[in-house]
């Protein structure tokens, strides 16, 4: 028993947490060649814009954007809606996307390396735009 134990704490201790930052990393990462690439990081954001539009309308309108917390939909709104009519559509979505992209892309060469991606993770202030993509 005392030998199993060990052999379990051993294994906790060599292989470490799995952090969220690095499962994410990993399910974006879709052609596994160890970098988020824009276009993957693009199509990630789609898929959770796509689930959040319920109606399929193109928008998210306020009975969608229900889905987040209060403080995120806020944030979202305050950062993404940008002709202030209360709602986020594709583009805005989209642009906000490209944005925070940009953001994360340290050395500008339109992907995200390991490094780049755990920084930026620590980083945000507002929730990342593919939460949901999971
Ligand atoms: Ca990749
Ligand atoms: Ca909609
Ligand atoms: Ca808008």
């Known amino acids: 028993m005392q030998k199993f134990i060990i052999a379990v704490v051993m294994i906790l201790v060599l292989t470490g947490p799995v952090s969220g930052a ?5 399910a974006l ?9 824009q276009q993957e990081y693009v199509d990630a954001t789609a898929k959770t814009f796509n689930k959040l539009d319920k109606d399929g309308s193109g928008h998210l309108d306020k009975e969608e954007l229900e889905a987040l ?5 806020k944030d ?8 202030r009519d209360g709602r986020i559509d594709r583009n805005e979505f989209q642009e906000e ?6 953001t994360a ?15 930026w993770q620590t980083q945000q202030r507002v929730s990342p ?3 949901f993509s999971f």
Do not use: H, V
């Open 76 to 83: 979202w709104l305050a950062e993404m809606d940008k002709n």
């Open 97 to 102: 996307a490209l944005e925070r992209f940009s």
């Open 29 to 37: 990462d879709k052609d596994k060649d160890g970098i988020i690439s």
């Open 129 to 131: 735009l593919i939460q």
């Open 105 to 119: 892309d340290a050395d500008e060469n339109r992907c995200l390396d390991s490094r780049e991606w755990s920084k």
């Open 69 to 73: 917390s209060e403080a995120d939909r």
């Open 22 to 26: 690095e499962k994410a990393f990993e």
